[in-house]
T-cell receptor, first 112, second 109 residues
Framework: SQTIHQWPATLVQPVGSPLSLECTVE??????LYWYRQAAGRGLQLLFY??????ISSEVPQNLSASRPQDRQFILSSKKLLLSDSGFYLC???????????FGSGTRLTVV | KNEVEQSPQNLTAQEGEFITINCSYS?????LHWLQQHPGGGIVSLFM???GKKKHGRLIATINIQEKHSSLHITASHPRDSAVYIC???????????FGTGTSLTVIP
């Protein structure tokens, strides 16, 4: 069966520290992968998406970057966190040509 | 204007009440999702719809493609239903996915 894993569930990091959030998908190959962020009072917004290894598209300029080192692995990173990076981060995937999306359980990031 | 609008933003109900949350969208979609987000932040996918109606336990989701509208109903509501419910749509024109801002539901015993 197809599953998606996202970790950690919660994270508290100091300002200026690095960040690495990981998302992996099982049971499929060549998925589209997505990172979303939920800002306070707003819906989830697309940050990055990837249609293949090493292929990253950025939707919003910010302090974050994404990488896809393997087919089913998507990583969200930052070299130096800002207070404004606090929020809820959600990974998702779907199969090219199909409309169903599957979501990770999300990561609550608090930058202090 | 957001591509996905939900109403109400906040909802308080007595245990046992029938609850309806509405979602309207303005883009062409491939599918619509209803998600449940608990206070800790974790998100659970409740339904994925492209037409008609789906039922799972006390939850019912409907969609009207012509009117670009969906509803989530909870029958015999319970305090454990308290959560934020989010409507989300997948665009039919690319890899874009739009989320509503959510409806915060509190069910009082």
């Amino acid at each position: 069966s197809q599953t998606i894993h996202q970790w950690p569930a919660t994270l508290v990091q100091p300002v200026g520290s690095p960040l690495s959030l990981e998302c992996t998908v099982e049971g499929t190959s060549n998925p589209n992968l997505y990172w979303y962020r939920q800002a306070a009072g707003r819906g989830l917004q697309l940050l990055f998406y990837s249609v293949g290894i090493g292929q990253i598209s950025s939707e919003v300029p910010q302090n974050l970057s994404a990488s896809r080192p393997q087919d089913r692995q998507f990583i969200l990173s930052s070299k130096k966190l800002l207070l404004s990076d606090s929020g809820f981060y959600l990974c998702a995937w779907n199969q090219q040509g199909f409309y169903g999306y599957t979501f990770g359980s999300g990561t609550r990031l608090t930058v202090v | 204007k957001n591509e996905v609008e939900q109403s109400p933003q906040n909802l308080t109900a007595q245990e046992g009440e029938f609850i309806t949350i509405n979602c309207s969208y303005s883009v062409g979609i491939s599918a619509l999702h209803w998600l449940q987000q608990h206070p800790g932040g974790g998100i659970v996918s409740l339904f994925m719809l492209s037409s008609g109606k789906k039922k799972h336990g006390r939850l019912i989701a409907t969609i009207n493609i012509q009117e670009k509208h969906s509803s989530l109903h909870i029958t015999a509501s319970h305090p454990r239903d308290s959560a934020v419910y989010i409507c989300a749509v997948g665009s039919n024109t690319g890899n874009q996915f739009y989320f509503g801002t959510g409806t915060s539901l509190t069910v009082i015993p």
